[in-house]
């Protein structure tokens, strides 16, 4: 949007290569210079105001002088140092000889001279020679040769997994020794248990041989007490046998089936109870032992033992016989109890080691 009054329309003038024109100057058709046109300067009166949100306050009063007034302070404060500056003489500064003495050489410093562009030659040279894979390698890969992070990874993790299979091998080394022992603790128990076993037994089985070892000491000195009521017999008739021959219907006693005459002796010390005829029984001896227990001696043929008479073991105490009620000769010997009820003859022999 034009703001300016338009300008007078007017021929257009060309001058020659070396002719000077000013503004506002030309020629006409004929070459005459036209007449000269006036500096346009506008005014209030000729620039139409602006409206709208692109009109510009104006700039009154202080505000323009204080601009004015700042920039000329600085120029003339400027300008002043410069002045001054140039008119002062030189100033000399001196070091003293320690420093000046050990000064380095400017070649000889970092960046400096030649030697500086050949260092930076260099480190440009290495670095461009150097791998980009060596980003991240560490001190110790470098140690241990790596010059590639890829291989140095590699060389990691495969430590880290030879660490890892190591410590699998040592927890199952651990676990192995560890059953080792419970097996070897086991298997000790065990065998301890057998040993105390087989000791208990052995013990039981030692304890049973003494006990047997002295059941027969006993018995043969029993043996030695006793003695077989006679000689040269025949077993017939046992005690309980059943049979109509014994009038209380069973066997009450041992019979000894012998010759008649053949002696009979006493199974043991003791003293004559009673001596003569008995009935059923024929001839019959009582002998009384030091325990109480009787011992009767029936169907002989004659006795050679009164009653109140000591005798001892093995003594003759009468002959064997076929008197009372039987069937043949033989010895019916009979034993009681201190109570008197009767026993088995065969079981009281064994027992005191007699075997008949």
Do not use: C
């Not at 880290?160 to 699998?168: G, I, K, L």
């Not at 560890?178 to 603790?185: G, L, M, R, Y």
């Amino acid at each position: 949007m034009a703001s300016n009054k338009p300008a007078l329309e007017g021929p257009v003038a060309t001058a020659d290569p070396g002719e000077n024109l000013s503004f506002g100057h030309g020629r006409s058709e004929g070459g005459q210079a036209e007449r000269a046109w006036g500096e346009w300067n506008p005014t209030e009166e000729t620039v139409r105001p602006v409206r709208g949100r692109h009109r510009v306050a104006k700039q009154r009063g202080l505000a323009r002088s204080s601009t004015v007034l700042g920039v000329g302070v600085i120029a003339a404060v400027g300008a002043g140092g410069i002045a001054t500056a140039q008119d002062k003489p030189a100033v000399s500064i001196s070091l003293p000889d320690v420093i000046a003495d050990n000064l380095p050489d400017a070649h000889s410093l970092p960046g400096m001279g030649s030697s500086s562009t050949a260092e930076k030659d260099t480190a440009s040279e290495v670095l461009a020679q150097a791998p980009l894979t060596s980003a991240g390698l560490t001190a110790a890969d470098t140690e241990q040769g790596a010059t590639d992070a890829g291989e140095a990874l590699r060389a990691r993790i495969l430590q880290q997994a030879e660490q890892q299979q190591a410590d699998a091998d040592a927890a199952q080394k651990a676990a192995t020794e560890a059953a080792a022992v419970v097996q070897a603790t086991s298997q000790a128990k065990k065998q301890q248990t057998q040993a105390e076993k087989t000791a208990a037994e052995a013990k039981a089985k030692a304890e049973e041989e003494a006990k047997a070892k002295a059941e027969a000491a006993r018995l043969a000195k029993l043996a030695a007490s006793f003695s077989l009521p006679t000689s040269s017999y025949t077993i017939t008739s046992t005690f309980g046998q059943a049979g109509s021959l014994w009038s209380s219907g069973h066997h009450t006693g041992l019979d000894f089936a012998a010759p008649t005459g053949t002696p009979v002796k006493a199974v043991h010390s003791g003293t004559v109870k009673s001596a003569g005829w008995s009935g059923s029984y024929g001839y019959r001896t009582v002998l009384e032992l030091d325990d109480g227990t009787e011992i009767w001696y029936a169907h002989q043929s004659s006795m050679t033992v009164t009653a109140g008479q000591k005798v001892s073991t093995g003594e003759v105490i009468g002959r064997v016989g076929a008197t009372g009620n039987v069937t043949g000769p033989h010895l019916h010997l009979e034993v009681h109890t201190g109570g008197g009820a009767g026993i088995d003859p065969m079981g009281w022999l064994q027992g005191n080691g007699i075997n008949p």
